[in-house]
């Protein structure tokens, strides 16, 4: 059974109008690091969040940055959340049940980027070493 497109999704909707994958022109959030693409929205240009299943548009186009360089397959965030979920399992593993309890959703936006760019508080041990193996497999960069 093939995918429904948005085309067929929403026949009607200004989401039947925007890009298909190969021909979309990606932004970076300046704050987030969450990737979005340009589309159309009440007839004015707006960035749609590339997550799947995302309908989230904003008009705030001063908050995001055109990338220029070759589109990373995965987005800051959505290798953060992988290595999130990562962690957690080897917090159970390590016998660390609270921290392995924990919810994605449940991080403040601070939290949250503080995340995306340091990992888990942990700075030796396995919780750190899955960190950067993640960061290194999905294309992330490791700070200083």
């Keep these: 059974m093939k995918t429904p497109t948005a085309l067929n999704r929403y026949p009607n909707s200004e989401e039947a109008n ?3 994958p190969g021909k979309r022109e990606y932004y970076l959030h300046l704050e987030t690091g969450d ?47 992988v290595a999130f979920v990562a962690d957690k399992e080897v917090c159970r593993a390590l016998g660390q049940v ?7 959703v449940d991080l403040s936006e601070k939290q949250r980027r503080d995340w995306m760019t340091d990992g888990p508080k942990a ?3 396995p919780r750190r070493q899955v ?8 294309g992330g960069k490791l700070g200083p």
Aim: charged share 30%; aromatic share 8%.
């Design 18 to 20: 925007d890009p298909p």
């Design 35 to 81: 990737r979005g693409y340009l589309v159309q929205r009440d007839g004015k240009p707006a960035i749609k969040w590339d997550r799947a299943m995302a309908k989230d548009t904003t008009h705030e186009l001063h908050k995001w940055k055109k990338m220029v360089d070759e589109v990373p397959l995965f987005s800051l965030h959505q290798i953060a959340m």
């Design 98 to 104: 609270d921290i392995a309890q924990r919810l994605w």
């Design 123 to 125: 700075k030796t041990g």
């Design 131 to 138: 960190y950067k193996a993640i960061l290194l497999a999905m």
